[in-house]
């Protein structure tokens, strides 16, 4: 089998870390409702951090790739779910039926995330990877800047969700998604650019 992409690998990680949260979801479900009420808080932050945010790299990998045809389904299907997901939660308190739909879309939504992941992870490259020798360095340059935006403002959530727990307020590092898209605007060409000479060395 042909070697997958760097898109392609980035790719199937963000989806399988972002099936991995989907799972602590409903493990913090769980525990809110057969042990500490308390973990509702838990199950309602934990989602802003993952909820958008990694689906929008999935889209931007898929992009730089040339593979976005290819899965542009079922990350239509994945961002529908996620609007069901946020309307049954904030709804089902006023309409019993929406509530019950909740965990139900939550099922949908982990299935429909494996299939977007899967059909890379089985499907055929080449086409992939002659349409990547196509894409110029602005396009590693757009979705470096955009990734590294995401996984600051992730970050910042994250640090600050911690800080506030451990010292009873929140603490951050001020530009810190400004930095890292930068910092990644930066890398990911010049990592791309290293990979592709390497490859035409390989072959000389």
Known sequence: MPKRTLAENSYIGLGLIYLGCLLIQ?????????????????HKMFVHLFGYAIPVLMVLSALAGGFFKRIYQEMMAVFLLLFAMYFT??????????????????????????????????GTQEPVRAKEKNRGLLVWVLAGAAGGLTAGVILSNLIGIISFYLFD????????PFYL????????????????????????
């Open 26 to 42: 409903f493990l913090l479900a769980g525990m809110s409702i057969f042990g500490d009420p308390s973990k509702w808080a838990a």
């Open 89 to 122: 939660a904030n709804m089902g308190w006023e309409t019993s039926w929406l509530g019950a739909f909740h965990p139900v879309a939550g099922v949908l939504f982990l299935g429909t995330g494996a299939a977007a992941v899967r059909k890379v992870l089985k």
């Open 169 to 176: 307020h929140p603490v951050g590092i001020k530009f810190l």
């Open 181 to 204: 898209a930068a910092l990644s605007a930066v890398m990911l060409p010049a990592w791309q650019y290293k990979k592709k000479q390497k490859i035409k060395e390989e072959k000389q």
